[in-house]
């Protein structure tokens, strides 16, 4: 018997063994099941597992382990890196594990890990409640999670990871594993910001916050001869607000049907956490009246539709390519650089926000998590969503040379949700670790690679922004 048809016999008993659909080459439903949100990343894996339940990730994973295949772990499939898929390797799945279980009496949510930020609000929403997440309701909760989560509730009530209460993880072994503060504690400091490297999570359990019928929320918008004035205003008016408001600066040219013209615009949107309208709405006026918009959209709305609100810039296929830095301040030099690229950002393709952070975020101990940098006061996330493959050259440099230029006006910080794929699937560890140590600091790298060693001593998750097992390290 050939290779091959070892492999088809042990496909076959792999189908066998579980509940879910095994996928390979050849077969309907390939194509589509391969597919991953970044349509830039075109990746042939020898099978796709689509996981049924729990049960299937160990059988999966098994399978993987006696065949020395490369495995790429999906939950929503968002991930801009392309991390979601493998060539002649195994993707495990985990878009049918979606549910969602709210307990109101407890203000709690379990969710699987296939469940996307639109499946977890419309399940809290009429229970008055809702789970900090990010800013596009098609994200995967997982990957979201294990990066950290910053959405437009981050001041508030901090990232996703700072309301994670528990999660339940299948290791590379086919051991089932809960994580909390009072159980595999030092797991679960790893789980929350150092990505999807230490096994499968299948469930997350969340405390969720009160939601108001409706959300206060909204965007100003303005044009180009502005916008310097503006980001002063905005940078003095961030020094002293109360955490219940959050906002971003959006630069890009937006969509038709926004109907905000064919030139480039900054979008400044917020979010209010609370009921109590009064004192975001005078805070709102502090704005206003430093930084006259050129037209403005506020009003209160359902909490499903804000966060749904931006979904139209990221359908699965468009191509996407990120990167990032924190920001301490906005000086002279950053307002220099934001306001010039974003006045050359004269086509609808690619975009950045500046998120601005502290409140809850910030009072979180350096040391809790190993989100990268809890001093930062703004994120920058410069980012691609063209649909044209012509364009690919040319979006990527300008997002490159941006990132570049604003390198040495940042802090520093890297957040691994807002990074692209810089490397092969097969980057060295050496490569792995220096990446790593970048974005986490050394401290925090030791800690995290030793959890690797406990956890995925052979290094199986590597798909991902990998950090590698301190066995393997080399110094």
């Known amino acids: 018997m050939n290779s091959a048809d070892g492999f088809t016999r042990a496909v076959a008993d792999l189908r066998q063994a579980?509940?879910?659909?095994?996928?390979?080459?050849?077969?309907?439903?390939?194509?589509?099941?391969?597919?991953?949100?970044?349509?830039?990343i075109d990746r042939r894996p020898a099978l796709v597992v689509q996981a049924a339940h729990a049960d299937d990730i160990a059988a999966a994973l098994r399978f993987a382990r006696e065949r020395q295949l490369p495995v790429a772990v999906r939950g929503g499939g968002h991930n801009v890196a392309g991390n979601g898929t493998v060539n002649d390797g195994l993707v495990l799945d985990l878009g049918a594990l979606n549910r969602v279980?709210?307990?109101?009496?407890?203000?709690?949510?379990?969710?699987?890990?296939g469940a996307t930020i639109g499946i977890i609000d419309a399940a809290t929403e009429p229970f008055g409640l809702f789970v900090p997440s990010g800013v596009v309701s098609s994200t995967g909760i997982a990957g979201l999670t294990l990066g950290g989560g910053i959405g437009w509730m981050t001041r508030a009530h901090?990232?996703?990871?700072?309301?994670?209460?528990?999660?339940?993880?299948?290791?590379?072994?086919?051991?089932?594993?809960?994580?909390?503060?009072?159980e595999n504690a030092e797991l679960f400091w790893g789980l929350r910001g150092g990505g999807g490297n230490f096994g499968v999570v299948t469930s997350f359990t969340f405390q969720a916050h009160p939601l108001p019928p409706e959300v206060f929320s909204g965007n100003f918008v303005y044009g180009q001869e502005h916008w310097g004035d503006a980001l002063r205003a905005y940078a003095s008016w961030t020094h002293d607000l109360p955490d219940a408001l959050t906002s971003i600066m959006s630069f890009l040219v937006p969509p038709h049907d926004w109907g905000l013209g064919d030139d480039p615009r900054m979008l400044f949107g917020f979010a209010w956490a609370t009921p109590?309208?009064?004192?975001?709405?005078?805070?709102?006026?502090?704005?206003?009246?430093?930084?006259?918009?050129?037209?403005?959209?506020?009003?209160?709305v359902k909490w499903t539709t804000w966060q749904s609100a931006a979904d139209e810039l990221f359908p699965k296929g468009v191509r996407g390519y990120w990167k990032n830095t924190s920001l301490d301040h906005l000086d002279e030099d950053v307002i220099d650089v934001l306001v010039r690229r974003g006045a050359e950002q004269t086509w609808r393709g690619t975009g950045f926000d500046v998120h601005h952070l502290g409140g809850a975020f910030g009072r979180v101990p350096e040391s809790a998590t190993p989100f990268p940098s809890r001093t930062a006061q703004f994120w920058l996330n410069i980012y691609g969503f063209w649909a044209d493959a012509g364009d690919d050259a040319e979006r990527i440099r300008f997002v490159r040379n941006f990132a570049a230029e604003m390198a040495p006006l940042g802090s520093g910080g890297l957040y691994v949700n807002f990074m692209g794929e810089e490397r092969g699937t097969d980057a060295g560890v050496q490569d792995a670790r220096e990446q790593a140590i970048a974005v986490y600091g050394q401290r925090k790298f030791e800690r995290l690679s030793a959890l690797k060693r406990e956890y995925d001593p052979e290094n199986v998750l590597r798909l991902n922004h990998n950090i590698p097992p301190a066995s393997t390290v080399t110094t």
């Open 101 to 113: 279980q709210v307990l109101p009496g407890t203000r709690t949510v379990r969710v699987q890990a």
């Open 18 to 40: 579980v509940a879910g659909r095994v996928i390979v080459p050849g077969e309907a439903g390939y194509d589509e099941a391969r597919r991953v949100w970044n349509g830039m």
């Open 276 to 300: 109590f309208l009064e004192e975001g709405a005078r805070a709102l006026d502090e704005l206003r009246r430093a930084a006259p918009p050129d037209a403005e959209i506020v009003e209160p």
């Open 158 to 182: 901090g990232l996703t990871v700072d309301n994670l209460l528990e999660v339940e993880m299948v290791t590379v072994h086919g051991r089932v594993v809960h994580a909390s503060a009072t």
